[in-house]
């Protein structure tokens, strides 16, 4: 359905076009010489023009690049800004805290406020912090490991659990082996993990029977590979599952987080013994927390020889400074609160039906697929259901098309795919902006 010789002639317009646009980032890039990859961090890289936007400002859903263009972000750093950019009772409580002093390596008592609310939204109740979903994850496996004396953890193909070494394992024609372009792994991750298909609870069963998997860490809703939901049943099933194996159940709610305020944990009503979450719970400031079972807890209590208070692999000197704590407290008590997720999921419903009138309008064979206050549109109809399948259904010179597009107009999705989040200052007006050029991106490209 899709000209690929007109594709590729007005990708490159509206190449050129934002390099017409934006000469001061393409300085900037072109001068950064001492950077890795020219970028602060080398996945800046992935953009779909070229060059990065170099940042201004960033106020509410609002970005400015160096340049002086305007966007409205649906990015939002990724979900790191889940609540906004700078939003005020973050930016005054950081401020606040840092004059005060931020890393004394003391304990202060936001943390107790925000370990009892994270356990009002999410359930269980003892919690410690991290700086990133990534080290929350890989502290997480550490102390399921030492509990069960279990070498494994199992994943989903193609799920989305930061870096952590582990996960980076799909399935294959041949077996489970290592995703593509797992850089410097330190062993074959084979040996540290297994691999289950998301929504196939037969997979999963024949991998805990080996009875070697101490966690299945799983997103409750695949997102990093496209929006990939759960089918009736499914979460039920592997809780019942891992219970049967004497496996633990790990909910990673960094992304899902936008299903609801207490996640996929709490709207779907689920029960797992670890959660873990990062990025939007300190409104824009690193901060992280993972989240076990009073049960869990009694065990590693119980455990005298492991080291958890110096050199034992769980922790880190910034993990839980005053700062990021201080943020978290702020965001959460202010922010992301009840009645901001109603207000974003009713933005999400607005965008995710615009962009279905897009699709029906022009017969296109995609799909849309939204997770509360976060919306998808897939090259795929009907969606993928579980991560190869929607590994397989990728375009990624369709995707660039579309979001260097939206770019030069003005709005910004995440760069990894189609997403687009809802913040709590995101509006209307933006949200139907982004079906007007949406529309006009499809009907250049459909144009005989």
């Not at 929006?227 to 499914?234: F, H």
């Not at 990894?416 to 995101?426: C, R």
């Given at each position: 359905m899709i000209d690929r010789d007109r594709l590729g002639a007005l990708l490159r317009r509206e190449r050129a076009t934002f390099a017409d646009r934006n000469p001061r980032s393409a300085a900037e890039y072109a001068r950064a010489?001492?950077?890795?990859?020219?970028?602060?961090?080398?996945?800046?890289?992935?953009?779909?023009?070229?060059?990065?936007?170099?940042?201004?400002?960033?106020?509410?859903?609002?970005?400015?690049?160096?340049?002086?263009?305007?966007?409205?972000?649906?990015?939002?750093?990724?979900?790191?800004?889940m609540a906004g950019h700078a939003p005020a009772p973050v930016a005054a409580a950081v401020q606040e805290r840092f004059s005060a002093g931020a890393c004394a390596m003391l304990p202060t008592p936001d943390a107790a406020w925000v370990g009892e609310e994270l356990t009002r939204r999410f359930g269980v109740t003892e919690w410690s912090f991290a700086l990133s979903a990534t080290d929350a994850n890989r502290w997480a496996i550490r102390l399921l490991r030492a509990v069960t004396g279990r070498p494994k953890i199992l994943f989903n193909s193609y799920c989305y659990h930061g870096s952590v070494d582990e996960s980076l394992i799909v399935t294959g024609e041949d077996g489970p082996r290592s995703r593509e372009g797992n850089v410097g792994a330190p062993c074959d991750v084979t040996l540290t993990s297994r691999v289950a298909e998301f929504n196939d609870l037969e997979g999963l069963a024949r991998e805990l029977a080996h009875g070697d998997v101490a966690a299945v860490v799983m997103e409750p809703a695949l997102t990093n590979?496209?929006?990939?939901?759960?089918?009736?049943?499914?979460?039920?099933?592997?809780?019942?599952?891992?219970?049967?194996?004497?496996?633990?159940?790990?909910?990673d709610e960094t992304h899902t987080f936008s299903a609801g305020p207490g996640g996929a944990t709490k709207r779907w009503g689920l029960r797992p013994d670890v959660v873990t979450i990062g990025k939007a719970i300190g409104g824009g400031i690193p901060a992280a927390a993972y989240g076990i079972s009073q049960e869990i807890a009694g065990k590693i209590a119980g455990m005298r020889h492991l080291d958890l208070v110096d050199m034992g692999g769980v922790g880190g000197t910034l993990a839980g400074n005053a700062l990021s704590i201080a943020a978290a407290r702020a965001t959460l008590e202010h922010v992301l609160t009840d009645e901001a997720f109603a207000r974003m999921e009713a933005l999400a419903v607005r965008f995710a039906d615009g962009v279905r009138r897009v699709v029906d309008a022009y017969a296109l064979p995609w799909s849309v697929s939204r997770l509360g206050a976060r919306v998808e549109y897939r090259f795929a109809d009907p969606a993928p259901r579980n991560g190869t399948e929607s590994a397989a259904k990728a375009d990624p010179e369709l995707e660039d098309y579309l979001h260097v597009y939206l770019?030069?107009?003005?709005?910004?999705?995440?760069?990894?795919?189609?997403?687009?989040?809802?913040?709590?200052?995101?509006?209307?007006?933006?949200?139907?902006?982004?079906?007007?050029?949406?529309?006009?991106?499809?009907?250049?490209?459909?144009?005989?």
């Open positions: 010489g001492h950077l890795f990859g020219r970028v602060p961090m080398t996945w800046m890289n992935k953009n779909a023009a070229g060059f990065p936007l170099y940042l201004a400002t960033a106020r509410g859903a609002t970005l400015t690049d160096v340049d002086g263009h305007e966007y409205t972000d649906f990015c939002l750093g990724d979900t790191a800004a590979i496209g929006i990939v939901l759960p089918e009736p049943g499914y979460l039920e099933g592997v809780r019942e599952l891992t219970r049967r194996h004497g496996t633990y159940l790990v909910n770019a030069n107009r003005g709005i910004l999705l995440t760069p990894f795919h189609n997403m687009a989040l809802m913040s709590p200052d995101t509006t209307a007006q933006q949200v139907d902006r982004h079906e007007t050029v949406f529309e006009a991106a499809i009907s250049e490209l459909q144009r005989a």
